[in-house]
């Protein structure tokens, strides 16, 4: 057996598996251990001569020094050159998909940002001898953990790419800081955090490499499924300020290849245009409660995008009779000392924040929502009789409930003119709305057969969905939750994993969360 047939087996098995041969898969091509010791001594040295022999051959192939501190430490020095980064995973043996990565490619360069590439393995750990994508050899890979500033940091946690929650176990390490995951899963947690500070997240980034799954054992065909159908072509952008502040969000690859970030669509071909946007759903409102550094900030995004619609969640915050303070003496005193116990006033004040928001779209959605029902709880439970305060127009409202329509809703309207009123829409229980096969009229407190909502549940209820209710930011697959708009509630103790969110859903259907961080938000 000579040298050159065992050069160009090597070669062939190379090409064909896209990883480094190894002794047994030398063994099946017919080389045996003695020739192999003969003409090489051992396999490092095989591999030395293939590479002479072919270097294009080796394009791609995971090395030692990828996965060394030394090569770390030049990912760390060429980090550290740049203000802000797309972060996206690349499945090894998987092809690139092409378009999403000159969209990415036409973003770095418009916006002098960076590409951090996160290896994840599908079948097992990251290891030398896997080819890794040909196009991205020449990109920053990050593996091992990576700061971007002392808040927010890539995790080193190299996950398997077809874990079905790649989050799963992490809280602990984002109690310091924001982590990024590696993950063709798109999904985003928000960890609870002092009230003096920003919550931390954790978020994985959706993958620029296209599902292919082809395991050959059994139960592989089970899990293959799965990471196909949960597989997103995505990423992370992050805008770094200073040491402390950075501001994040995921953006999704559109059925052209391109996408969406605040308004502005990135192209393959290197160019921009404006990205239509169908809806802004902004966070849960709770006017007379709400951040007005925050409110000004979805303001001037949606002075900036242009939405369709706008959609609000909590739209009404029910202070003025709610059950939560209705045995409390000092809170309910506090609340009428600042004028808050007047259903007429809060109502008032809900038809000003319509009026008030009238240009930022031309249709308005007020989301059926549990604080919109406090009003309805609080007149069905006779608690009015007593409260000389509301007790006429709880009257009034009483009569409209028994005449089946939205006391709430017909309040509010009677309190606008005919012009603001117009394109006013008050979503009904269970009936649905959808927006560029979004559905958003699912505010989030009710889940399946009368159990309590929340994201998961949700996600596994919608296509695509939207909702809002618990303050907290979150991502799964193609299930979003926006934050709040307000500001800390007195019945809000403890840590808190609260925060300025909003979501704008794109005509391409795809959808981003947008952060408002002390009222500033993401270029």
Known sequence: MSKEFILKAYLRLLKKTGRLPSRDSLKQAGITRDALRHHFVNLTNLKLEAHKESPDSFLGILDEDLLSDHDLDETKATVSKYKKFVITTAVVGQPVEKRFYKSIKTYCKKN??????????????????????????KEVWAVGDVSLNNNVQICGILTNAKQVNP??????????????????????????????????????????????????????????????????????????????????????CDASGSFAHMGTLYKPNGSTSTAKVSAFVMGDLHVTQQDEAALDAWVSIAKKVKPKAMVYHDFTDGISISHWKADDI??????????????????????????????????????????????????????????????????????????????VEEVILSKMSPKDRKNVIFTKEDKDLQISGFEVAVHGHRGANGSKGSLKGLANCFDKIVIGHSHTPG????AYQVGTTTGPQ????????HMHTSCLIYENGTAQLVNSIFGKVME
Do not use: W
């Not at 994840?120 to 040909?134: D, F, N, T, Y």
């Not at 991502?475 to 193609?478: A, R």
């Not at 007195?490 to 994993?497: A, D, L, R, V």
């Open 167 to 252: 989050l799963t176990g992490l809280k602990k390490l984002a109690k310091q800081k924001t982590i990024i995951m590696g993950s063709p899963k798109q999904a985003r947690e928000t960890v609870a955090n002092s009230k003096t500070k920003i919550p931390h997240v954790m978020v994985s980034t959706g993958a620029i490499t296209k599902a292919v799954y082809q395991g050959k054992a059994y139960m592989s065909n089970r899990s293959d499924y799965l990471a196909r159908m949960e597989h997103r072509l995505g990423a992370v952008l992050v805008n770094v300020e200073n040491a402390e502040s950075y501001h994040f969000s995921e953006i999704r």
């Open 112 to 137: 002098k940002a960076l590409l951090v590439v996160i290896p994840v393995e599908a079948s097992g750990a990251i290891k030398a001898g896997q080819r890794m994508p040909l196009e991205l050899h």
């Open 330 to 407: 000092i809170s309910k005193t506090r609340d009428y000392e600042k004028g808050l116990t007047s259903i007429e006033n809060e109502l008032t004040a809900c038809a000003e924040m319509l009026t008030r928001l009238k240009s930022c779209a031309k249709t308005h959605y007020v989301v059926d929502s549990n604080h919109n029902d406090f009003f309805s709880r609080y007149i069905r439970s006779k608690r009015f009789q007593s409260d000389h305060e509301n007790f006429r127009i709880s009257v009034k409202m009483a009569a409209m409930m028994l005449d089946g329509k939205n006391a």
């Open 475 to 478: 991502l799964t697959g193609d």
């Open 490 to 497: 007195g019945y809000e103790k403890g840590p808190s994993s």
